[in-house]
């Protein structure tokens, strides 16, 4: 009787514990992993459907997982830097333990892996953005003038930007997109804020604090950027506005801007005929007494 109820008990437990599972999306990273001899798995198309196997049998006990983007050179260099041996399920067993903490993770809540690596994927370049946007922040140093953090005024002004914006919005569904132009790439965060039947507006914690770092970035660095915001309401047109990213500030596009901007294709440069039920326009005014001074660093 007493076997059954440790049984029982244990049962119970494993239903408490939240794991994570690495994974390997990409069938170069897969190949990258089977150098190592303990890494028992040839065929990356099977390993993916045991993985989602695996995936649905814990759902179905009730077992919470998350899954988190393996990158077989991050394990490397993990390895090196704690002495662990690569060639080791302990070793993948512990990195995959830093990655929940640290790392991207998706919570597995039935969907398909069709649809949750891209989902992943999507994870880790947003925490990427955000790691790279917070190093050349901190990097920034003082303002040689007033002695104050360049990045942390930065920030903290974008933050103020922000909160503006979205006082100052049309009543709906905001969706914000904030692009950086550095030497080799542009940085882009997008920002989702809904607002529930009270009319408060529900943000993502960690989208809103990447999107402030990116656009506090633009705002710190001369490297040319945009903010751009949709409008979505039930009943009327979508309306479509944003500004250029300045020097400590944001500066309205015109109408004609924020209409050549969508319908310009990035790529080739051809147009695109703009959407029916768009109302490209102008901003409302974000400036307020408290932040139309600054310091120009």
Known sequence: MAHTDHQTMRRVLRREIAGTL??????????????????????????????????????????????????????????????????????????????AATGATVPYEGQDLADLVPSLVDAAVRQATWEYASIVLARLGPCAICGEDIGRAAFTRASALLVRILDTAPPGDRHLVCSVSRTAETLVSVLHANQDTAGATQLDETEALEFTTVLALGI???????????????????????????????????????????????????????????????????EDDDNTTGHHH
């Not at 649905?56 to 988190?68: D, E, M």
């Not at 662990?84 to 990655?99: G, M, V, Y």
């Not at 309401?233 to 400590?248: E, F, L, M, Q, T």
Request: proline content about 7%.
């Open 22 to 99: 690495g994974l390997l999306t990409d069938e170069r990273d897969f190949r990258a992993m089977r150098r190592y001899r303990t890494f028992a798995f040839d065929d990356h198309t099977a390993y993916l459907q045991q993985v989602e196997a695996l995936l649905r049998i814990r759902a179905a006990h009730g077992n919470l997982t998350t899954v988190a983007l393996f990158d077989p050179e991050e394990y490397a260099r993990f390895c090196a830097d704690t002495g662990l041996e690569p060639d080791a399920p302990a070793s993948r067993a512990r990195f995959t333990a830093e990655l």
């Open 220 to 286: 710190a660095t001369p490297n040319p950027g945009g903010l751009v915001m949709r409008t979505s309401a039930p009943g009327r047109a979508d309306r479509v506005y944003g500004w250029r990213i300045r020097h400590n500030g944001l500066e309205p596009l015109t109408a004609g801007e924020v209409f050549d901007a969508y319908c310009t294709d990035v790529e080739s440069g051809d147009l695109i005929s703009p959407e029916s039920g768009v109302d490209y326009c102008a901003p409302p005014d974000i």
